[in-house]
Every structure is written in structure tokens, then in C-alpha cells.
T-cell receptor, first 111, second 116 residues
């Protein structure tokens, strides 16, 4: 069983709308959590990193949250654009040096 | 180049053939990783190099998979006697620092392997 679970598996929204992607993890000992964006046919690109003490962090229209107690993170996308269509992957890193990737949420933004 | 470069971008192999996938990391990056990504799934760890030393190869699925980074820069992932289940995108990533759990990974665009 994957120790990083993402939901939903896929999502379709209209341009301009907001959406929230979820990441639940059981990986430990926790070091940090990163959200990556992967465009079709490309490698993943880091959007943001969340450490244990951080609850919320914004990067433009992207806002990530982390609840280390419940082991949950979310990525909120505001005012979506067509270029936001991609797979969003949650990666949890441990103090032991392991990175565990979720299977991603595929977001499609339609005009 | 400015980013991680992988070649070939696409490779079609007949079952039983050997293939070699190349990764040129960002210049000066100490750490290099190989991942396997099946369609619709996240990347799965294969192996990790710190300079020329292969510190972790626990993710290699079988002894048909072999990776090297002899001079601490370019890396090659070799798959012998390819099988259909080897069909996937193979991603290479690098980062400037030591340690497998810190820092942003910089990914290449991947090599898509199709085994017929």
C-alpha cells in the first residue's frame, strides 16, 4: 500500500475556478513534504516545500497547507488557468533519506 | 546545459534486447536519482548516487537493471534482456547537495521505454 495517498485521482474544472488537491501520508519519520507539478511528457517541477513547523505557504496562485498531526497536506489552486492542466504529485521525505511519491492528481482545466 | 538532459527521449525495444538510457545532470550537482514511472502513477525510486558512489540501489527491480556514474557526472541506466513490464518512463533527477531527503529535485524530461 502506498504510504502517500492523493485524492482525487483526477479532476476537471472550468477556467477561473478554484480547486483543492489532497495528500494524506503515513510515511515517517517526517522531514518535509513537497508538491510537484508534472506537465504531460515532462519531468516534475517543484512548486513548494512544507516543513514540520509550517502550516501554510503560498506561491502565486498555489497555496499549500500541512497538518503534521493528522498527516495531511493540501494544495489549493486559485483562479485556475489552462496552463494549470497537469499532474500534481505529493512527495514526502523522511529523516532517514527516503522520498515517497504519491500517484498524483491529474487536473484538467477547460475553457 | 541549464537543466537535466536525458536521452533518448523515446526508445522502442523488442523483448530480450538490452537498452541504455543516459542522464546528464545539472553541472556540479552531487546527487543523482533514477526513477521509474508507470502510466498514471507517481515515480518509483530505483537508485541514488552521491558523486560516483551508488549509495542506494534498493529500488532496482531485478538484476537485469544496472546503473553507473563512473566520473560523478553523467549516469547510465542499463536494462538487460528487456521485458514488457519494463515499459515505463525512466526519470533522472539531480540536486546540488548531499543527502537523499533534502532539497529540491531537478528532473529531466524522461526516457519513455516501450518493450514490444
Amino acid at each position: 500500500k502506498n504510504q502517500v495517498e492523493q485524492s482525487p485521482q483526477s479532476l476537471i474544472i472550468l477556467e477561473g475556478k478554484n480547486c483543492t488537491l489532497q495528500c494524506n501520508y503515513t510515511v515517517s519519520p517526517f522531514s518535509n513534504l513537497r508538491w510537484y507539478k508534472q506537465d504531460t511528457g515532462r519531468g516534475p517541477v517543484s512548486l513548494t516545500i512544507m516543513t514540520f513547523s509550517e502550516n501554510t505557504k503560498s506561491n502565486g496562485r498555489y497555496t499549500a497547507t500541512l497538518d503534521a498531526d493528522t498527516k495531511q497536506s493540501s494544495l489549493h489552486i486559485t483562479a485556475s488557468q489552462l496552463s494549470d492542466s497537469a499532474s500534481y504529485i505529493c512527495v514526502v521525505n523522511t529523516n532517514a533519506g527516503k522520498s515517497t511519491f504519491g500517484d498524483g492528481t491529474t487536473l484538467t482545466v477547460k475553457p | 546545459g541549464a537543466g537535466v538532459s536525458q536521452s533518448p527521449r523515446y526508445k522502442v525495444a523488442k523483448r530480450g534486447q538490452d537498452v541504455a538510457l543516459r542522464c546528464d545532470p545539472i553541472s556540479g550537482h552531487v546527487s543523482l536519482f533514477w526513477y521509474q514511472q508507470a502510466l498514471g502513477q507517481g515515480p518509483e525510486f530505483l537508485t541514488y548516487f552521491q558523486n560516483e558512489a551508488q549509495l542506494d540501489k534498493s529500488g532496482l527491480p531485478s538484476d537485469r537493471f544496472f546503473a553507473e556514474r563512473p566520473e560523478g557526472s553523467v549516469s547510465t541506466l542499463k536494462i538487460q534482456r528487456t521485458q514488457q513490464e519494463d515499459s515505463a518512463v525512466y526519470l533522472c533527477a539531480s540536486k546540488p547537495d548531499r543527502g537523499a531527503n533534502t532539497g529540491e529535485l531537478f528532473f529531466g524530461e524522461g526516457s519513455r521505454l516501450t518493450v514490444l
